[in-house]
């Protein structure tokens, strides 16, 4: 995209992707109207990725740079995996809007702003010192300068409406204009209004109008002269439908549940940003859910671990402070060999950190963060769907193999969203849960399986089963407490080798490219979207480097160790300070494995992983 | 809702059936031994079926007991046994789940979870067996250890102000609190019964001796030459009589509790105060659990015995209720559910 979008002189031009970051006060409705442009692109059919970006304090003052909500989605008609470097189109509703929000527009991009919010009083707020429409600020941009709230006023004259109510109608009115721009219809927004509304028919008249006025204005003012098309992708057929990250992980596991025939059983304490995948899971106790708000994040993990042990799928989701809370009930689990998922959606840290902002930086904390040796089967989701996808192969692989497993995703997973292909359950892998048997009588609850090395899973309520676990070292087979010392060597690398095998039953690593064996790169977890994109630009314009990209973390995949030798530069790039490139490191010695790494909160962007890789090809 | 009280089997339990085949090990002489045998006589009183017990435990001497009984058990991490326990009654209602915890595992490390396992409701038997001291960890104070008591990790004496565990279950909505001795294996089988007997979260807490750390500390109430003027036997519906020929009693002076002895000053039996344990009201509840000697006896059995709706009940009620609105019934429909569209 290097082309202006709102050219001098009346035209429709074709785009294969455009950025567009709606940004207001966080009263002011952005994330409505970003996720109403982004349902109706979709299915106007439409690939695209989306992600809000609000602040941590619920309402900042208003008009104040900290209480700016954006929401940022790309659209295109080639695969789309990111929601996109820098905004194409910004529409900033105040000031504050414009001045935390202009840094994410490319130079040259277009910006809409209300006019009627640029009064002396808010540009201060803002903390600007002069006008920016006046004093230049803008130059390297193409401005539009509507008046907004005025022409909302106008519009909604007549209805029984108070000034506020009139005034929230006006991201209406900026939706009608990316609307006229984009050559979309108001068909659905309309319908989502007519049903929100239902109970208040004046609110629902005044958004309409409000989004009518936006468009017919847009279609009449000299400066939006023209409209842009962006055709619809070259989608697989099928049955789509909208899903965040954090929807999509309580829903992985609602399947998994439901396919094992046991209950969803999630302990939680509030985190954000895992706490939506409580509110979703919450929401659906008909469908063999119990959800408990814990007194905190160890009730929480501890709770989790007495419902597994009573035979249901227990799961407990956090951030990093709650998994470093959890680490003593999680190394319990360990130790009684239960089932357990961890769902850890990070967030930038140390301590309370960002905790609205995304970070790679807790892979450490889950393969190794707890006391002695104490293994724990780690994966991470990739995009915002396949978060269903990763949850439901935790759950899968909790009770297959009788370990807890921690799933990772983070921030930007959780809160981005995308359109998804959804699979019909009956698609999904098998969960098999082996029944437990006795042995001449008597029931052992430490006799594993001689494949997985599993041990039974024998429920409170079977008679003849009666047994005692806990988290003093088993005897071998029998489970009693064992001082021993060869014993505990045995059980010791008996647990490390049961996670190990977890390996026998993952998928293997798939290599992207054809590259010449000079370049590997290396991805985990939700930076996917941007190496993916970064990749497939270099590979296009004749590029050689081949990608890969981890969503098991803990066994690797099989073929892990023979992919590295075939080349001789690996490159891992992680939004931390490399903290999976070490552990690789480890695993593999000798090998060439170099690190690129960012902890700015922020996801990578696709320009920068193209110049970094572009670097590391030269050389 | 099914409670803990199941249909009597047809071959009933005895003690046997209950104990484990591993050796106790705790110190000789040690009160977990009689709390052990009070806990292996009361449960084939209950006609619950063997399978349907479950025995969870923290850490500390006390959290060993799941490991002595022959039901379904499991010995946890120190302090989360409330936590533990509430999912395996949440997982499955139909068990009947017995909590194990230290006065250190119950009320320091695991505070958070004992008060909201009891504000919640949950239909979970919790036994503390309150020595005053730690003991696993060989001799440091407890949060109920009195003022001034000197422990290794309190060489001048301890300075802090010790929690009484009755006050904390009344302060946290509880609707079951008995209080027992380990001297007496009658009435700990009995308080034991009680226990499981009431639909909701039960404490029952036993003052327990630690012989090796804390030895004779609850002597002042359980000692033969103490025990007619400092143990108060609570019955519901009867009167609160105590002392060697059940003549001295306590009556309401205004606000607060007073001895007084029959006979005596024109006192009459019908002057004597009687037993509301099913009373909503906690106030007398907690007027009975803070009384001690020297001025008091010790209030002993069940002092507050109060039927509320159980967390679990709570839960299934609400669930029918979104059952029958509901318009997903598999997670196929709820994917399906919303904005759906297709690509042809």
């Not at chain 1, 808010?122 to 300068?145: Q, S, W």
């Not at chain 1, 994966?379 to 193999?401: G, L, R």
């Amino acid at each position: 995209m290097s082309e202006t979008i709102i050219p001098s002189k009346k035209a429709t031009k074709e785009l294969d992707k455009v950025v567009i970051r709606f940004a207001g006060d966080s009263g002011d409705g952005m994330q409505l109207t970003g996720s109403q442009f982004s349902f109706t692109s979709a299915l106007w059919g439409n690939d695209l990725a989306t992600f809000p970006d609000y602040p941590a304090e619920i309402r900042a003052p208003q008009g104040t740079v900290e209480g700016v909500s954006g929401f940022q989605v790309q659209i295109g008609k080639i695969d789309i995996y990111t929601p996109g470097d820098e905004a194409d189109v910004l529409v900033a509703m105040n000031p504050a809007a414009l001045k935390s929000n202009l840094k994410f527009v490319r130079k040259g991009g277009n910006i809409v702003v209300d006019l009627d919010a640029f009064v002396l009083r808010n540009i201060e707020k803002a903390g600007f010192v002069t006008n920016p429409l006046e004093d230049g600020t803008l130059a390297d941009y193409n401005v539009v300068e509507a008046p907004i709230s005025s022409l909302t006023k106008t519009a909604l004259e007549g209805l029984q409406l108070d000034n506020k109510s009139i005034m929230r109608s006006k991201n209406m009115f900026a939706l009608g204009m990316m609307y006229w721009l984009f050559d979309r219809s108001l068909k659905e927004t309309e319908k989502y209004i007519e049903d929100k509304f239902k109970k208040t028919p004046a609110l629902a008249e005044g958004n309409k109008r409000a989004l009518n006025a936006g468009f017919h204005y847009a279609e009449t003012i000299e400066a939006l002269p023209a409209m842009y098309k962006v055709p619809p992708a070259q989608i697989e057929k099928g049955l789509y439908r909208h899903i965040s990250g954090n929807v999509a992980t309580a829903w992985g596991l609602m399947a998994a549940a439901e396919r094992m025939g046991r209950k969803l059983f999630l302990g939680s304490y509030p985190i954000t940003p895992a706490s939506d995948i409580l509110h979703e899971l919450s929401r659906h106790k008909n469908l063999g859910v119990i959800t408990m708000q814990a007194e905190d994040e160890i009730a929480a993990v501890c709770s989790a671990i007495g419902a597994s042990y009573a035979g249901q799928m227990g799961v407990t989701t956090s951030s990093g402070p709650g998994i470093a809370l959890k680490g003593e009930a999680i190394g319990l689990a360990v130790m009684a060999e239960l089932p357990l998922v961890v769902v850890d959606v990070q967030r930038g840290g140390p301590s309370t950190g960002l905790p609205t902002k995304t970070e790679q930086a807790d892979i450490n904390i889950a393969v190794f963060g707890r006391n002695s040796e104490s293994p724990a089967v780690v994966i991470a989701a990739s995009t915002p769907a396949n978060c269903f996808d990763y949850a439901y192969m935790a759950a899968k692989i909790a009770v297959e193999h009788m370990t807890p497993v921690i799933l990772l995703t983070d921030g930007y997973l959780a809160n981005g969203s995308e359109p998804w292909k959804f699979p019909s359950t009956a698609d999904l892998p098998p969960i098999t849960i082996k029944v437990p048997h006795k042995e001449n009588g008597t029931y052992y609850p430490y006799v594993r399986d001689v494949e997985t090395l599993a041990r039974g899973w024998a429920l409170p309520g079977t008679p003849g089963f009666e047994h005692r676990i806990g988290g003093l070292e088993k005897q071998e087979k029998t489970g009693n407490v064992s001082y021993d010392p060869l014993n505990h060597d045995k059980m010791v690398r008996t647990r490390a080798e049961k996670v190990e095998r977890v390996a026998n039953y993952i998928p293997e690593l798939e290599v992207i490219g054809e590259g010449d064996g000079k370049l590997l790169v290396v991805g985990w977890g939700g930076t996917f979207g941007g190496m993916r994109t970064a990749v497939t630009e270099l590979q296009r314009s004749n590029r050689k480097l081949d990608f890969v990209h981890f969503n098991y973390i803990n066994p690797l995949p099989k073929n892990t160790k023979e992919i590295f030798e075939r080349y001789s530069k690996i490159l891992v790039c992680e939004l931390n300070l490399g903290q999976f490139a070490s552990l690789l490191r480890s695993k593999f010695p000798g090998m060439n494995i170099q690190s690129y790494t960012k902890v700015q909160g922020q996801p990578f962007l696709v320009t920068e992983l193209k110049e970094v890789f572009i670097d590391h090809l030269k050389d | 809702m099914e409670n803990t009280i199941d249909i009597p089997q047809a071959n009933p339990l005895t003690k046997k059936d209950f104990e484990s085949d591993q050796m106790v090990r705790w110190c000789p002489g040690c009160g977990d031994y009689a709390i052990l045998s009070a806990m292996t006589n009361a449960l084939p009183q209950l006609g619950i079926p063997r399978e349907n017990f479950v025995f969870i435990s923290g850490i500390g001497c006390a959290s060993r007991f799941p490991y002595y009984m022959n039901t379904f058990g499991f010995h946890t991490i120190h302090g989360r046994g409330p936590a533990v326990a509430t999912g395996v009654k949440l997982a499955n209602p139909k068990l009947s789940v017995w909590e194990i915890q230290g006065d250190g595992d119950a009320l320091a490390i695991g505070g958070n979870h004992f008060i909201h396992a009891i504000r919640r409701n949950i239909d979970i038997n919790i036994i503390l067996f309150n020595n005053e001291i730690y003991g696993l960890t060989k001799g440091q104070y407890s949060p109920t250890s009195p003022q001034g008591l000197v422990t290794k990790s309190t060489p001048y004496g301890s300075v802090e102000r010790p929690f009484h565990a009755g006050e904390l279950v009344i302060g946290a909505q509880g609707t079951f609190y008995a209080r027992t001795i380990d001297t007496n294996p009658k009435l700990m089988t009995e308080m034991f019964v009680h226990a499981a007997q009431h639909i909701g979260t039960s404490l029952v807490e036993v003052l327990q001796n630690c012989v090796i750390f804390n030895d004779g500390a609850h002597a002042g109430v359980t000692d033969k030459v103490n025990r007619d003027d400092f143990q108060l036997h609570v019955k519901h519906g009867q009167p609160l009589l105590f002392g060697k020929d059940n003549k001295k009693g306590l009556r309401l002076n205004g606000l607060k509790l007073e001895v007084v002895t029959i006979g005596e000053n024109g006192i009459t039996e019908k002057d004597i105060l009687v037993h509301d344990a099913e009373s909503e009201d906690p106030t007398l509840h907690l007027m009975l659990a803070r009384l001690s000697p020297p001025h008091f006896p010790m209030a002993l059995g069940v002092i507050r015995n109060v039927r509320a709706k159980t967390y679990e009940e709570a839960l299934e009620e609400e669930r029918e209720k979104i059952t029958t609105k509901s318009k997903y019934h598999s997670v196929d429909d709820l994917l399906k559910s919303g904005e759906v569209w297709e690509i042809k």
